[in-house]
């Protein structure tokens, strides 16, 4: 019995020693073991699934794991003493590696497509295509690329980034403006030249919709056969976007924002106070005009205090047959002008199911902004700068009748406007789309798209009671004025399509769409004013409380009109060997907006491709990694005029006594009818080089097009008696354009811890009127006032786009009046020239645009410069020919009147002096971000912060206003006003959080 127990004692003892030693043991290990994970994304921001993930110490793999589908991994188990590699391994992307990772780091990867891989694929129109067989001239930025400096409209985010593209802001960094867009040079004198922009498959898509954190990309379809499916809208190009759409997995959320300042960067320059009154004292200004005060009224425009804000919450995720994404955002956007406000908020929704034994998918998208825009304010600078004298105050105390300011009547008083007026506009719009694909069987599959687009707003105006314009009124003096208007309008599109997409043997492969597309567009106004109110409390709401409207001096008016369109198209793709490509569109389309017999028009294209480095002849050239020659041709037109100017419309005439003693309203033909109208027609011929050299180390394009716009469009004078009304709408002309673009990638350095890579674009385009049947000239480029100078460009057959036409400046006399040279080269006074005399002096065009980026890597830390410049143009400085003139006196001037220009003893005139390079370069955005490494946490994935500046430097040597604000779009480019937004310079603070 002892024995045994003794036994029991020591196998208790030995059992408990062991378990001691094994919890022991088991505590130590934990204590030193740790964990490493992370997520891998596409360059795009897109989650990737399969990617090889290798852990590896001492330079062996010690385990690998693969990404889920929503790009995360995990490494469990880890010695917390060492450190570790990491190596990420997918064949569609380029290796990366990191590198001295401790545990309980998060490692965040962006991986780019691998070079060697084109089956990445593009959004074209109507479907997607691999790189490696488009045969157009397309161009695709993702969200990796896109202008980091904070939109104020969507098309911010591209500008400099795509060839042949222009991209301008005339009103600046007014958040309630929105750019200008024109693809390789002027297409219509009369109709739109801007690209058509599609949202997600609609065609007609409102910008406003699109938030920068919502957009995957951007594709541009140049040339014609790229952009002729889009038919009766795509002579101008076409721009499709693409939101990011449904995710899978567990739900994700994303918030990304960003805080702006905004500061004066380029802006006249005018006599102050102080200056004002020495040039009184030195006789060049009357004594009279010292009103005692020292006002910059420039300055009690700008609002210093700006801020503007951004932020953008979205959430994703979803199941195998099931998922979402959805965002909620609010801005609010500051200009650099008081009363100079927008302030935004909306929601976009995605859907995607997959039913039906995974034969039928239904995606749903919906998305809605709501935008409050002041708009009094912006405006004002050219009487701020020039027409209000520097010695007056904007205030009078003793004036009660104006509300405490300096009133004199024809005088400006820009601050009492800002605190006496009201300009309010309420803007809803909203998109609805769905677009269900059933898969009939391998090859087969049938689409179904439908949307609604709405877009309303209300207009408020009302100025006070004591305001300048209510006293100054001949009517209603001190009775104030009050306007609302409405404007709504619906677009409804259904389109069926059926898709066709097989392969024969292993050289042949084919694909094909067809469909068919009914676009409804309806529109309707109404807006009504009033004067004569007693208060300023009820101003606009209480329309019927002036007394105007009893006395017949009020107005109002509505206005409804649609169109709609119908198209049947289609388009073939085939392959032979992968090297053989050709692409075959056609599109039959219908629109109400032309005459009776060109109703209908029919738009085809064909563009073909040829990848040489899969010749057997090209096997052995190593440097060459791909090569494609294209060519293609395409016809577009463009309908985007006017409703009814076709047909016979009725305007209203005068009253009419009835017999009856009652007065009523008359109404008469305002244009003739012109049932030969057919729309504009685009010809383009597009031939283009894709490449990729030394190892993917240097990839690009380059694209030659001419292309011929026939059927210009204009409304011209028509002889009575024979025609109703003397306005009829013909096709009268015809335009030319031709250039080229360049688009280069490279990357002088990349290693596993640093890269360098290059982005350049550049880009030539010369636009003439090759006919003009009216037999006469195209007048633009209005000067203004003072002076009432006239037009400035003339444009004749045969003349380029852009032409300036004058007198040819030859200098000054001892007088300091303007000579000019006559028609035989002698120099004349201007009483002596005669319209003879004129020749084409400029052109307002620029010849080149170029923009190049570089972007700079290294570990957690990057950093992107962007440089964009035009050259070979002219712009005329009007404000130099009006304001640098002394004969402007005693109005404010520019201080260069007494310096540059201070010999000229003349009035106002227009020549060739005041004509001045454009050329420019600026560092037009500098960003430095950083990848915060995320320690081991249930909560954050990841943590970007970025710091940008914008509009950094500027060199040229251009004397106006900031020449990357001038307009080169359109007819009549390059003359600058003299009341334009200022120039800023802008610093942003971004964050990009993931959890």
Do not use: C
């Not at 205090?305 to 994404?325: D, E, F, I, K, W």
């Amino acid at each position: 019995m002892l024995a045994k127990g003794f036994i029991t004692k020591t196998k208790f003892k030995f059992f408990a020693f062991a378990l001691l030693l094994f919890l022991n043991n088991s505590l130590f290990a934990q204590t030193n073991a740790g964990s490493i994970k992370g997520t891998v994304r596409s360059e795009k921001g897109q989650n990737v699934n399969g990617v090889s993930v290798n852990i590896v110490s001492n330079g062996k793999i010690v385990k690998t794991v693969e990404t889920d589908s929503l790009g995360f991994f995990q490494f469990d188990g880890l010695d917390n003493t060492k450190t570790y590699d990491l190596s990420f391994v997918d064949i569609n992307f380029e290796s990366v590696k990191r590198e001295n990772i401790k545990t309980g780091d998060t490692i965040d990867v962006d991986l780019r497509p691998n070079h060697a891989n084109l089956d990445e694929v593009i959004v074209v129109g109507y479907g997607t295509q691999k790189k490696k067989d488009l045969t157009s001239a397309i161009a695709e930025v993702t969200e990796k690329d896109f202008n980091s400096s904070g939109a104020r409209n969507a098309m911010d985010l591209i500008q400099g980034k795509v060839a042949g593209l222009s991209i301008t802001r005339t009103a600046g960094t007014n958040p309630n403006s929105s750019p200008s867009i024109q693809l390789r040079g002027v297409a219509s004198i009369n109709g739109t030249n801007s690209p058509l922009i599609v949202i997600d498959g609609v065609p007609g898509g409102n910008l406003d919709l699109l938030q920068q954190s919502d957009i995957e990309s951007m594709t541009v379809l140049k040339d014609g056969s790229a952009a002729a499916i889009y038919g009766t809208r795509a002579n101008g190009g076409v721009i499709l976007v693409t939101t990011k759409k449904a995710g899978k997995g567990k739900a994700q959320y994303n918030y990304s924002g960003y805080v702006r300042k905004e500061a004066l960067y380029r802006h006249p320059k005018v006599m102050d106070a102080a200056m004002y009154r020495q040039k009184i004292s030195e006789g060049v200004i009357g004594e009279k005009q010292d009103m005692g005060s020292s006002t910059d009224w420039f300055n009690e425009l700008v609002n210093h205090g700006n801020v503007s804000h951004y932020h953008n919450l979205s959430m994703s995720g979803g199941t195998a047959n099931t998922s979402y994404r959805a965002s909620l955002y609010f801005s609010n956007m500051d200009g650099i002008a008081k009363q100079n406000t927008r302030q935004q908020y909306g929601a976009t929704l995605a859907i995607v199911n997959n039913g039906f034994n995974n034969r039928l998918r239904t995606e749903i998208n919906a998305m809605i902004n709501n935008n409050k825009a002041n708009l009094l304010g912006g405006g004002g600078w050219t009487d701020a700068l020039f027409n209000s004298n520097p010695t007056q105050s904007p205030y009078d105390s003793s004036n009660a009748a104006s509300g405490g300011y300096w009133y004199v009547q024809n005088s400006p008083n820009v601050v009492a406007d800002l605190n006496q007026k009201k300009s309010l506009r309420d803007q809803q719009t909203s998109l609805v789309q769905f677009n269900s694909t059933l898969t009939i069987s391998k090859d087969l599959s049938a689409s179904l798209q439908g949307s609604v687009q709405r877009n309303q707003y209300v207009d408020n105006q009302f100025n006070n009671l004591e305001s300048h314009s209510s006293l100054a009124d001949g009517d209603y003096p001190g009775g104030g004025y009050a306007y609302k208007g409405t404007f709504l309008a619906n677009d409804y599109l259904i389109s069926p399509t059926v898709n066709y997409q097989s392969s024969f043997s292993t050289n042949h492969n084919l694909s094909a769409v067809v469909g068919y597309t009914y676009q409804n567009h309806l529109e309707e106004s109404f807006s009504a004013s009033n004067k004569g109110f007693s208060n300023n409390e009820v101003g606009e709401n209480d329309l019927n409380s002036g007394i105007a409207l009893a006395n017949g001096k009020a107005s109002m008016s509505s206005n409804k009109l649609g169109n709609k369109l119908v198209a049947f198209f289609g388009r073939v793709n085939y392959s032979y060997k992968g090297k053989y490509l050709a692409q075959f569109v056609l599109r039959h389309e219908g629109s109400t907006r032309f005459g009776d017999n060109n109703k209908w028009g029919n738009f085809p294209a064909v563009s073909l491709g040829w990848t040489i480095n899969q010749e057997e002849f090209m096997k052995n050239v190593s440097w060459i990694n791909n090569l494609k020659l294209r060519a293609g041709f395409g016809e577009t037109g463009n309908q985007d005029f006017t409703n009814g100017i076709s047909v016979v419309t009725l305007g209203t005439g005068g009253y009419y006594l009835f017999p009856d003693g009652s007065w009523k309203q008359t109404y008469g033909p305002d244009k003739n009818a012109n049932p030969n109208l057919k729309w504009e027609t685009k010809k383009e011929f597009n031939f283009g080089l894709d490449f990729s050299l030394f190892n993917y180390g240097l990839t690009g394009s380059v694209n030659y097009f001419i292309r011929n716009t026939s059927n210009l469009v204009a409304d011209v004078t028509a002889q009575q008696p024979a025609n109703a009304n003397d306005n009829t709408w013909e096709n009268i002309g015809s335009l030319r354009n031709r250039g080229f673009e360049i688009q280069l990638g490279t990357d002088p350095i990349r290693t596993s811890n640093f890269d360098w890579h290059i982005d350049v674009t550049g880009s030539h385009a010369i636009s003439t009127l090759t006919q003009y049947s009216l037999g006469s000239y195209l007048y633009g480029g209005n000067i203004g006032n003072p002076g009432n100078l006239g037009n400035s460009e003339r444009i004749g057959q045969g003349d380029q786009i852009g032409t300036f036409y004058g007198l040819k400046h030859a200098g000054f006399d001892d007088a300091g009046k303007f000579l000019v040279y006559n028609k035989a080269g002698q120099a004349i006074s201007t009483t002596d020239a005669v319209d003879d005399d004129k020749t084409k002096i400029g052109n307002a065009m620029p010849k080149y645009f170029a923009s190049m980026t570089h972007s700079f890597t290294y570990k957690n830390f990057s950093l992107r410069m962007m440089f964009r410049g035009q050259f070979g143009y002219k712009i005329l400085n009007t404000m130099d020919m009006l304001y640098g003139n002394q004969t402007s006196l005693p109005n404010n001037v520019l201080l260069r009147a007494f310096s540059t220009y201070n010999n000229i003893h003349d009035g106002y005139f227009y020549d060739s002096y005041y004509l001045q390079n454009g050329n420019f370069v600026k560092l037009d955005q500098l960003t430095f971000s950083y990848k915060i490494p995320m320690k081991e946490n249930n909560y954050i994935r990841n943590i970007d912060v970025y710091v940008t500046g914008s509009n950094l430097w500027l060199i040229t040597g251009y004397k106006g206003n900031d020449p990357d604000e001038v307009a080169n779009t359109g007819l009549f480019p390059g003359v600058d006003a003299t009341g334009v937004y200022p120039s800023t310079r802008s610093f942003l603070l971004g964050v990009n959080i993931g959890f």
